[in-house]
């Protein structure tokens, strides 16, 4: 099934994105807004590529000359985007990429639970596999947080 592979490999990849995040941090340290603006710059440039190659552009502008609401709804899709990522970078450069692998990953554990209760989602394997998944990375995140404290004690007694 595609979306749970999709699923699998955004999960995988967050830990090579706090790697690759941390290693930017300590090579240039950029703050906040920054780091959002460029990740975002690179994004738009890569999906404008995208767009543009698959054709799907001019299925865009399409859609949205025929329902003009849609318009709006993106334009709050996007300052809530904007929102969101404000409070990712800053705790980010605040906390570091564990830290913020371990609040985005709870964040996702926390989404999957409330839709079952508002949706009303059915619980099947693939589901359960996943919120496994969130939940040791979750423990694996925090417990490689708690040993690298106790290192770092030790090293200073040392």
Known sequence: NVK???VFVSLSLDGVTG???????????????HYMFFM???????????????????????FITQYPDAFLHLCFYALSSAFGQIFI????????????????????FFTLLVS????????????????GLVGIGIYLEKHSDEKKSVDKKSDKKN
Do not use: M, W
């Not at 975002?40 to 399409?62: M, R, T, V, W």
């Not at 970078?89 to 996702?108: C, E, H, N, Q, S």
């Open 89 to 108: 970078f800053l705790a980010f450069k605040a906390y570091g990429a564990v830290r913020l692998a371990l609040i985005t990953a709870t964040r996702k």
């Open 116 to 131: 079952f209760v508002v949706f009303g989602h059915h619980f099947n394997l693939p589901i359960a596999f996943g919120i």
């Open 19 to 33: 790697t690759t995040q941390s290693k930017i941090k300590k090579a240039t340290d950029p703050s906040a807004y």
């Open 4 to 6: 749970n592979f999709l």
């Open 40 to 62: 975002n710059f690179y994004s738009c440039l890569f999906l404008s590529f995208s767009f543009i190659a698959s054709g799907e552009l001019y299925k865009i502008g399409g």
